[in-house]
Structure formats: C-alpha cells, structure tokens
C-alpha cells in the first residue's frame, strides 16, 4: 500500500504555483516577437481581435463562479472582476478599453465585435475555458484563473516597450494595460488565498497545479494558432 503523501506547507504550494510561469504565454515564441518589435501590423491587428473574444468571456467565466459560490464574502469580492470587464454607466470596463486598443492599431469596433478576425482554434480554446468554469467547483474555477500571478509584468513590458517599437499605434490604446497593472494584482491576492485555503491535502494540492496548467495550456494554445495564422502564413483551410 502507498503512503499518503505529505501536504507542501503554504509558502511551498504557493512556491509551486509561482513556479508555472515559464509555461505563462509570456515565453511563447510569438510574445517574443512581439515584445520585440518583429510583429506587422497585421499580426497586432490579429493578436488584438482574437484576444477580443477572450476579453468578453472573461466575465461570463466569472459570473459562473459565482453562480456556483454559495460564500456570500466570496461573491462580495469577486464581483469586481465584473465590473472591471464589464464597467459601470459612470465608467467603462476593461472591455470598452479594449475596444480603444483595436481602434488605436486600426481595427473598427464592427470588424472586432463581430469576431470576425478570431481564429477557430482560438475560439475552440476559449469556449473549453468557459465550459470548465461552469461545469467546475468555484474553487478549482478561481485557481485556475491564477494565471494572473504572471500577469503585471507582461502588462508593463506593454507599457515599456510599444510606444517606441510601434511608433504606430494610437496612445489612447495603452488604458487597458495600465488598468490592469493594480487590478490583476488585487485580484491575485484573492484568488491565490483562495486556493492555498483550499487544496489542503498533497492530492488536492498537485490537483490545483494541473488547473492552473490547463489555464496556462489554454492561453499558450491560442498563440500557436495565431503563430500559423500571422506568422507561418497558414491559417485555416489555408490549402483548400
């Protein structure tokens, strides 16, 4: 018979989630280049209408959480990931800021809200998120969103670098990512606590790693497609 493995204290689960960034999209090949000025427009343009659709269903993922939260404190916190996305008639979201991205790299609100530009695969990816959101405990759904662990520090190399490596793009596109840089770490905070509360036992805890990779399998993923699409020229039924 198998003994019972031993549970990693906190600071060592929180140590192994920390540990999943170098599969963070920030290391894939096509964030690379970007970040380095050796995307063309048309690959930004592409990057910026796909991550649209990922933009809108980032709330939708979390009104499921909630719906399937019976913590009131819980939901108390957790709805302001909504209102970020979503905004409030005083003040726009992280969606409406997104829009203003797709505008400053030269796409029209239609072409981007018609999801026209998204890619199957990019869609496929997406959808599965969301479906495991609903389908999962609010619990094993907030670990997975940990991916924003990693989140400040793409955001500001954003910040740092493309004003200078893409002259082109309007100012006014840069809201998003400056919101972001205070609300992914708020919201960081809480979901990371969350997890380390809950996935207690060595079994519970090696589970939360495979949630928050199949997170990180999702994001990574929507770049290989958009790498066939922009870079290597092929996208869907490309041959056909």
Known sequence: MSKTKTPWTREEFEAKLRGKEKYYHINHEFHHLM???????ESVQGWVANRFYYQTTIPIKDSAIM?????RDVRRQWVQRIIDHDGLESEEGGIE???QLSEAVG???????????VLPGVRFAIDAYLNFARRATWQEAACSSLTELFAPK??????DNWPEIYPWIDQKGYIYFRKRLTEARRDVEHGLQITLDYFKTREDQERALNLLQFKLDILW???DCMWMAYIEKKRPFHNC
């Open 35 to 41: 970040n380095e000025g050796g995307l063309d427009k």
């Open 67 to 71: 719906a399937n939260c019976p913590d």
């Open 97 to 99: 800021a997104w829009l």
């Open 107 to 117: 796409l029209s609100r239609q072409e981007t809200t018609s999801f026209e530009h």
């Open 154 to 159: 793409i955001h500001q190399k954003r910040l």
């Open 221 to 223: 993923t929507m770049l």
